[in-house]
């Protein structure tokens, strides 16, 4: 079970931190990562890290949102700077077991509202 928190109402240029912990089984070997969906849109990939602590971003955050894990609490975190009113959507956690069986697990969403 993945519970995300952290999300909220900001003003454009400002900052939030998300988190989503997973409860039960360690998930060290697992890929994490955040999506996001905005009103009448497709899922879409925001950020992920490897077991090994790679990062891929997508173009649109580059340079302004940053995840990180922390092992040992089993959560990952994405701190978001320098907001847009186009990061409004509800963003979800991944946690990806990646050697097979490839399984999926998600978080309930968290709403990040940025006004202009």
């Known amino acids: 079970q993945l519970q995300a928190s952290g999300g909220g109402l900001v003003q454009t240029g400002g900052s939030l931190r998300l988190s989503c912990v997973a409860s039960?089984?360690?998930?060290?070997?697992?890929?994490l990562g955040w999506y996001r969906q905005a009103p009448g849109k497709q899922r879409e990939l925001v950020a992920t890290?490897?077991?090994?602590?790679?990062?891929n971003y997508a173009d649109s955050v580059r340079g302004r949102f940053t995840i990180s894990r922390d092992n040992v609490k089993n959560t990952v975190y994405l701190q978001m700077d320098s907001l847009k009113p186009e990061d409004t959507a509800v963003y979800y956690c991944?946690?990806?077991?990646?050697?097979?069986?490839?399984?999926?697990?998600w978080g309930q969403g968290t709403q990040v509202t940025v006004s202009s």
């Open positions: 039960g089984s360690a998930f060290s070997n697992y890929r």
């Open positions: 991944n946690y990806r077991r990646v050697v097979t069986p490839i399984l999926d697990y």
């Open positions: 890290i490897s077991s090994g602590g790679t990062t």
